[in-house]
Each structure stands twice: as C-alpha cells, then as structure tokens.
C-alpha cells in the first residue's frame, strides 16, 4: 500500500474512532459499567497501534530523511536507511540509487577530467618542446650542428643507449653525420648506399614515419656494438615535400614505449629539421647563383674595360713603331711614357673592378 492510501486511511480511521471514544468514555464515566470499561480499552490500543504505525510510516522516516541531510552535508558517503520494510522504503532506496548515481558520475567526470588535464599537460610540454626546436633551429649555423644537437634531443626523449644521425647525399648515399653512445667505430661505415642497408630502406621509402623495427643496423653501430643494441631501433626519417633528407637511427638496450602523442611529436620535429634543412640547401643554392652572377658580371666588366684598353695600346704601339722606323726618337720616348702611363691605368681599374665585387673571389 502507497503512502497516499495509508495516510487517508490512518486519517479516516481516527476521524470514525473518535466520536465512538468519546461516547465511550463517557459511559464510562457516568455508570463505570465493565464493558464499556473493556471497549474503551480496545478503542485506545487501536489509538497506539494507528500512532505506532503513523510513527513508522510518517515520522521516522522524515525523521531519518532530516537526519540524513545534516548528515550528507558532512559527508557524501551518507545513505539512507531502506532496512525496514515501510512505506518510504521505496524512496528510500530511490534516492540512495540516485546518489550512488551521482556519486559515479563525479567519479567519471573527475577522471575524465584527470585525462582532460594530463593530455592537456602533454599538449602544452608538446608545444614547448615545438617552440624550442624553432627557437633551436634560427640559431643553427651549421647542418652538422643541428645534427649533433637534435641527435641528443631525440635520445633524451626516447631513453635511447645510442644513436647515428646520417644526411642523404648524391642522392644515394647516406653520410654519417653524428653519433652518440655506444658504437664501434671500427665497424662502423661512414657512407652507407640507401639501397645496401635497412636503414636506406627506411628512409627512401615513400611512405616512411616514425616507426620502430626489432632490426638494429650493424653498419650504422658497428658488428661489436650490434648486440649491446640489439633491442631494436626506433627511425625519424627527415622527409619534405617526399624528398628525402636524412634520418636519425636510434638504438636501445631495453625494449621502448613509444606512444601515440610521443611518435607525433617525434614526428613534428623531425617535420621542422627537414623544413630547416631544405631551407638551408636553397639559401646556399641561392648564394652560389648569386656568386655565379656577380663573377660572370665581373668577368664581363673586366673584358670589356681590358679589350678597350688592350685595342688603345694596339693603337699607340703601331704609332710608336711609326716613329721609331721615322727615327723620331723625342716623340717615341713620349709615347713609351703614355704608354706605360696607360697601363698604370688600366691595371688600377682592374684592381677597382676587383674591390667592388669581393664575394667572386671568395673561396
């Protein structure tokens, strides 16, 4: 039976009992008659009996629900009691459900949260770590600088023992660059053919990535050094635009954990050295143009000044040997002076030209 049904039946049954109390408790008192004494007794336990139901029905639980709240306020954990079987047992046990409910949802979102938090955390340690390397990389005077630097970064990151980072060079083969750790040099091979080495494999690949293979290079460790490696090697292909430019080999004497957010910023770095990289080569190709140009210029500058020159003293040798077969000895020593005057000129003119272009003769 429903609370509601309850409540209107307690109610309908004190509103019917009482006129026949007071009836009887009137007899009782007029002629003290030990029937009537005897059913005005039945009437009051019928009484305590409805106020011990009310009590258990009504009054304890709003009781226990006050009691509960105060409690709850304190301590979460609080639940209400659903041992008895009353009326408000139900929503007793309704309401603990919609707790314990809550109470995993907040767990839920506090641990969502907690994620939300920590990728949040490795997203910023990965932006700074970006930031650094493009800070790094305006710095870079040298590609066997970003090399050696970016070698011991990628150690760092990944734990690695040891580690070779090679260039790509004649488009076939791939330079040793920098190395760290533990190889043998002597076994080691300074220019490996992509085509003759796993490595080379890796890195001419057309869909190369991050990515770590059990085999471990022994031209890139050397044979004495293959077995302190022999865990695997993690590859960092540096790749712009499909054109390979180089790689970096990693090897490790414990297996690695190389996760999904850790292998993307791998890969983010290895992006930016490419971009570095490839930008080098066209600031030195750019260079050499220029260098290339102002030579040609220059020599165009120096043949036209000397061929001027050269065809004026033509023209004061044939007027001097004019002379000399005249026997004008006066005029022919004036003219040898012109003529040594002349090529003090165009000897300082050349020496001009040279002076205003200084980068053709730079080796």
């Not at 030209?353 to 053709?360: D, E, H, I, K, V």
């Amino acid at each position: 039976m429903g609370i509601k049904a309850k409540f209107y039946l307690y109610l309908l049954a004190t509103i019917a009992l009482s006129p026949l109390l007071w009836h009887v408790m009137l007899s009782v008192y007029q002629s003290s008659n030990v029937v009537d004494i005897g059913f005005a007794l039945l009437i009051l336990l019928i009484y305590l009996g409805l106020y011990l139901s009310i009590r258990k029905d009504f009054l304890s639980p709003f009781t226990d629900l006050q009691q509960w709240v105060n409690d709850y306020n304190i301590d979460q954990s609080a639940r209400l009691s659903n041992k008895q079987k009353t009326a408000f047992q139900p929503v007793a046990t309704a309401i603990n459900h919609l707790i314990d409910e809550n109470q995993y949802l907040y767990d839920d979102m506090e641990d969502i949260l907690h994620k939300q938090v920590q990728r949040l955390s490795k997203k910023s340690a990965s932006l700074e770590t970006l930031y650094g390397v493009s800070s790094k990389l305006n710095s870079m005077h040298s590609a066997t600088e970003l090399f050696e630097y970016f070698l011991d970064v990628f150690m760092q990151m990944t734990f690695a023992s040891s580690g070779v980072a090679r260039r790509l060079i004649n488009d076939t083969e791939l330079h040793l660059v920098a190395q760290k750790g533990v190889i043998d040099d002597q076994g080691q091979q300074i220019d490996v053919v992509s085509s003759a080495c796993f490595c080379g494999e890796v890195a001419m690949a057309p869909d190369s990535c991050v990515q770590f293979s059990v085999h471990t290079c022994q031209k890139c460790v050397g044979k004495k050094s293959e077995a302190k490696a022999s865990v695997g090697t993690i590859f960092i292909p540096l790749k712009y635009h499909g054109k390979t430019l180089g790689i970096f080999n990693l090897f490790f004497d414990s297996e690695p954990s190389l996760a999904f957010d850790e292998r993307a910023l791998l890969e983010s770095i290895a992006d930016n050295i490419a971009i570095a990289l490839d930008k080098a080569r066209l600031d030195e190709e750019t260079k050499r143009l220029e260098l290339s140009q102002e030579r040609l210029f220059l020599s165009q500058e120096i043949h036209d000044s000397l061929a001027q020159t050269i065809y004026s003293l033509k023209l004061q040798v044939t007027v001097l040997d004019d002379m000399l077969k005249q026997g004008n000895k006066k005029d022919a020593g004036k003219k040898v002076a012109s003529l040594q005057l002349n090529i003090t000129q165009a000897n300082q003119e050349l020496r001009e030209l040279m002076c205003n272009f200084p980068c053709a003769f730079r080796s």
